[in-house]
């Protein structure tokens, strides 16, 4: 018995050929029942005549499933997007004809696309959120060849599972690679550490937002063989953490601290934090610099204090600055590369508040790596893709000024303002990237030098982490945009791979 598990990665240049590691996470499930297992990264990068000899290799009698991890693909823009459905839609073919009996489904952020009209045909089931406990009775169902289980609804006519609350113990669960996965030392995978947030942002409606403090947290044994293991086996020392928010507690980061600290290597990792918990707790400070963090994202929203109060976000704009100075300059130094969030159209933000935040950003004393601005995203419900969780901004629009007055998804015009439409806030996002731009804080901060990490590693010569850590962002940005603008670098990264993938031929 076997399963094929393909993912993709943007074209842009600014994902650097990063890979989505969700998918191991599935992985790791099949191949613990028994179920080989290839993943597939890239496949949007492979011609008709790949594609094909794809399916041959690893599709055959016994094969059971053929999975799409679908992260960020309702980011890219319209024409990648449809690209990469078409090229989905093409294998889904290719492994019907070699194999009618062979299960296609679909998982992730962007998995809702396959309900749409124009590409409802391509897959039998989609998973959403954190679905081991679903798509492990799916792989027993189709192993055992028996009824598969119950959806929690049918979405033009594909199955859809959803379920939250699961009989699946994510705190001793672990990512195991293997030899088919061809990682090397320089790989960057995701570690998951925890999962949710203990807080209700009105605008997010991420899964397991609001959950308990101390609920989804893995268990310090089950993380340090992860990590181990991928260093006996691969060298592999970097990461990015995958938890919400990483220090919502001291507790947890003392757990953490102390698995990481004791480790026979240094470990390096990039995560999601709360400045204003940071604020609170000044005593976690410390503890993330000393147990490996080089990137920091703090998802800041906005400086002015009715607007981020209004959103969940309580720390005071001056004082948030202020720390975010504090950490650069006393606490963490250059070797920590920081992140800021930013969302423009915000109810309540005045345009006096978007313009200091503009002075902040072009501020050469401002020592933040990275500014990473959005405008509002705010979903209509009426016509929307259908979802089984919503931000409170979109169940109780009417109470936050939201409407849209031409039913179109996106489209939202907002009572309150100062800003009152998305165009609106498009306009002013524009002020935010060109200072952004002008700064040279596009690239380093947050996730972003981790992200890049194995594409710049794959050329002869390159720089060490120390080193690109050791550079200050026009340094840093210079280098990028030298490799963004070499093609050949990326085109050589993607046909090894695809050299590993197509012709060794590990298993049939």
Request: glycine share 4%; proline share 3%.
């Amino acid at each position: 018995m076997n399963a094929l598990l393909l993912a993709a990665t943007s074209k842009h240049k600014s994902f650097y050929l990063s890979k989505s590691f969700g998918i191991q996470r599935v992985a790791s499930e099949f191949r613990d029942r028994g179920v080989k297992t290839q993943v597939v990264h890239y496949f949007n990068y492979l011609s008709d005549d790949e594609l094909v000899e794809l399916v041959n290799t690893y599709c055959n009698k016994d094969t059971l499933l053929v999975g799409f991890s679908t992260v960020w693909w309702e980011k890219y823009d319209e024409e990648e997007k449809t690209y990469v459905m078409e090229q989905a839609r093409k294998l889904a073919n290719l492994v019907r004809e070699k194999n009618s009996s062979i299960k296609i489904i679909a998982g992730g952020g962007s998995c809702k696309l396959f309900i749409e009209d124009q590409w409802k045909d391509i897959v039998d089931a989609i998973f959403e959120g954190m679905s081991e406990d679903d798509f492990i009775k799916y792989l027993e169902a189709c192993k055992g060849n028996i009824l598969m289980p119950i959806p929690n609804t049918v979405i033009n006519g594909v199955d859809t599972y959803n379920n939250i609350t699961t009989d699946f113990n994510f705190n001793k669960s672990s990512t195991k690679y293997v030899d088919e996965d061809y990682m090397v030392s320089t790989e960057v995978p995701s570690l998951e550490v925890a999962r949710g947030c203990i807080f209700r942002c009105k605008f997010c409606s991420f899964q397991l937002n609001g959950k308990k403090k101390f609920d989804y947290i893995k268990e310090q044994r089950a993380l340090k063989d992860e990590v181990m293991q991928n260093y006996e086996s691969y060298g592999i020392t970097n990461y990015l953490l995958s938890d919400d928010t990483f220090n919502d507690s001291t507790y947890k980061l003392q757990m953490i601290h102390e698995v990481f600290t004791e480790l026979p290597f240094q470990l390096n990792f990039a995560t999601f934090l709360r400045l204003d918990l940071l604020n609170a707790h000044p005593e976690q400070i410390s503890l993330l610099k000393e147990m490996g963090m080089i990137g920091a994202y703090f998802g800041i929203e906005s400086f002015h204090k009715k607007a981020a109060s209004n959103i969940g976000k309580g720390l005071d704009g001056e004082r948030a600055k202020e720390l975010l100075a504090q950490l650069k300059d006393e606490y963490w130094g250059h070797r920590i590369k920081i992140a800021a969030g930013l969302i423009v159209g915000l109810p309540h933000e005045t345009y006096d508040s978007y313009d200091k935040t503009v002075e902040w950003i072009l501020d050469e004393n401002n020592k933040v790596d990275q500014v990473v601005p959005f405008p509002l995203t705010v979903i209509n419900l009426n016509n929307a893709r259908p979802h089984p969780w919503e931000s409170e901004f979109q169940l109780n629009a009417d109470k936050y000024g939201f409407y849209w007055p031409d039913n179109h998804p996106f489209n939202w015009h907002n009572d309150i303002g100062p800003v009152k439409s998305f165009v609106e806030a498009k306009r002013v996002y524009k002020s935010y990237e060109e200072a952004v731009s002008k700064t040279a804080r596009w690239k380093q901060g947050g996730f972003n030098l981790l992200k890049a990490f194995p594409l710049i590693s794959s050329q002869d010569n390159s720089p060490s982490l120390e080193e690109l850590l050791e550079m200050n962002r026009y340094k840093y940005t210079k280098y990028m945009k030298n490799i963004e603008n070499s093609p050949s670098i990326s085109e050589k990264y993607i046909e090894d791979y695809k050299r590993q993938i197509l012709y060794t031929r590990r298993f049939t």
